[in-house]
């Protein structure tokens, strides 16, 4: 069974940094593209970055580009994405997803159930 | 405002069938394969259709997608009070080189 348990939320500063982690089970970690994705209270999902299988492709949305470094560490089956000079608006739920493999780009398929992240003072 | 444009809400009574649209470009729906998620309260978000028509594994036939041109559609027929939830639908973006989300829509069972 495919799993991915996010940890590494809770309540940051305005202009603090934060580190989400995402560690994998029940599959091969090193042969899938991964992404995070948010929420914002109350909002809709946003797509934040991805990274594929090997580490040699890396895409981001635009409102988190320079902020954002997103990394993985296949022989721990581990995700990272480490964000600085958070804002209010990155407050939200972080899922951690593994695509489906295949062709690319490859939907979601399989989603943690979230780590929350509160930028505040 | 999202790139993908989506009805906030619907609504249809149990047994019905119900249509939710997804608006894009030629950048994103044009040109690539979209995917429908449903999100049920609470839960982590759960991909229902992929490559624009294909069912996710152990999603129910009730479901189906289709597309055409810029556009897409998710149908759920045979509603159940179960299917209450928010659906998004979702796209490659070519000249975003970004994954981009319709703003969700709220479907309520009479």
């Known amino acids: 069974e495919v799993q991915l348990v996010e940890s590494g939320g809770g309540l940051v500063q305005p202009g603090g940094s934060v580190r989400l982690s995402c560690e994998a089970s029940g599959f091969t970690f090193s042969t899938y593209w991964m992404s995070w994705v948010r929420q914002a209270p109350g909002k809709g999902l946003e797509w934040v970055a991805n990274?594929?299988?090997?580490?040699?492709?890396?895409y981001f949305v635009g409102s988190v580009k320079g902020r954002c470094t997103i990394s993985r560490d296949n022989a721990e089956k581990s995700l990272y994405l480490d964000m600085k000079n958070l804002r209010a608006e990155d407050t939200a739920v972080y899922y951690c997803?593994?695509?489906?493999?295949?062709?690319?780009?490859?939907?979601?398929?399989?989603w943690g159930q979230g780590t929350l992240v509160t930028v505040s003072s | 405002q999202s790139v993908l444009t989506q009805s906030p809400s619907v609504s249809a009574a149990p047994r019905q069938r119900v249509t939710i649209s997804c608006s894009g470009t030629?950048?994103?729906?044009?040109?690539?394969?979209v995917n429908w998620y449903q999100q049920l309260p609470g839960k982590a978000p759960k991909l229902l259709i992929y490559?624009?028509?294909l069912l996710s594994s152990g999603v129910s036939v009730r479901f189906s997608g289709s597309k055409s041109g810029t556009s897409a559609s998710l149908a759920i027929s045979g509603l159940q009070s179960e299917d209450e939830a928010d659906y998004y639908c979702?796209?490659?973006?070519?000249?975003?080189?970004?994954?981009?989300f319709g703003g969700g829509t709220k479907l309520t069972v009479l």
């Open positions: 490559y624009d028509d």
């Open positions: 979702a796209a490659w973006d070519a000249s975003l080189n970004a994954w981009v």
């Open positions: 990274i594929k299988n090997d580490g040699s492709e890396k």
């Open positions: 030629s950048s994103n729906i044009g040109n690539n394969a």
């Open positions: 997803t593994r695509d489906r493999g295949g062709a690319t780009p490859a939907p979601f398929e399989s």
